[in-house]
């Protein structure tokens, strides 16, 4: 895991600009990242549910279908009350997709069209490119892409948004709750995760193939970074 809050796409230069309010228009930025990002985030349910049918072990299943219900927006009466605390409301997110909340994020910044099929083709690799990896890799490889490569990067991939958003001053906390939702909720998620992959680094092959996922998965991600910061430095020029 400390390989990945390491990793280039963890410390982008495009993720230190918008959390230092660097960029030459910080609200294009934030509207062309919620525009491109949600043809991959809104398929997270798609890649957990990959995860969950290559494991076998129903002590490494299970712990993974309570991270899905999350992504369904169904939490436990203590999560609620921890959320809470971090200024999360119940009704801001009880039975709302992930998706869903961060569907709201792009619509308060005037975002429309979530047809899948105009996703731009960076985006359709990225999601395709993960999502064979998860079902076609070992079981390692698929819980190092999602789990150490995706899930335990959130806190620090997301606060540079949550940064941003802050400068912009214009949106709405309920509007932009998925960003310190996805950070409240990561602790608990990472550490059954990481529980995983404990159990999968003592079998043969496991440590290299969790090392293998994790780093194809953060390469794909870095990539994705690369192509919005070279569109936000342009001002958004060329294709959608």
């Known amino acids: 895991m400390s390989q990945a809050l390491m990793h280039r796409a963890t410390r982008h230069p495009y993720l230190t600009a918008l959390s230092a309010g660097t960029l030459p228009d910080l609200r294009f930025a934030l509207g062309d990242f919620s525009r491109h990002y949600y043809g991959y985030s ?5 890649y957990l549910t990959a995860l969950i049918s290559r494991l076998e072990n129903p002590d490494h299943r299970n712990p993974l279908l309570a991270n899905l219900l999350q992504e369904s927006g169904h ?3 203590e999560e609620l009350a921890g959320l809470h605390r971090c200024g999360i ?12 909340l961060f569907q709201r994020f792009r619509q308060a910044l005037g975002m429309i069209g979530t047809d899948p099929s105009i996703d731009h083709v960076y985006v359709v690799a990225w999601r395709d490119l993960l ?3 998860l079902s076609s890799g070992s079981p390692a490889e698929a819980l190092g892409a ?7 990067i ?4 997301y606060q540079p948004f949550l940064d941003a958003i802050g400068r912009l001053g214009t949106l709405e906390p ?5 960003f310190p939702l996805r950070t409240a909720i990561h602790d608990q998620r990472q550490a059954r995760i990481n529980a995983i992959a404990i159990d999968f680094a003592m079998t043969p092959g496991g440590q290299a193939d969790l090392s293998k996922g994790m780093h194809m998965a953060l390469a794909l991600r870095n990539s994705f970074w690369d192509w919005l910061y070279e569109r936000v430095l342009r001002g958004g020029g060329g294709p959608v």
């Open 42 to 46: 809104a398929h997270f349910p798609r």
């Open 75 to 77: 939490y436990e009466p």
């Open 89 to 100: 409301e119940a009704d801001w997110i009880v039975g709302v997709p992930h998706p869903e």
């Open 131 to 133: 999502l064979s990896l």
């Open 146 to 152: 999602l789990g150490l490569g995706s899930e335990s």
């Open 154 to 157: 959130v806190p620090a991939i």
């Open 174 to 178: 309920r509007d932009t709750v998925f």
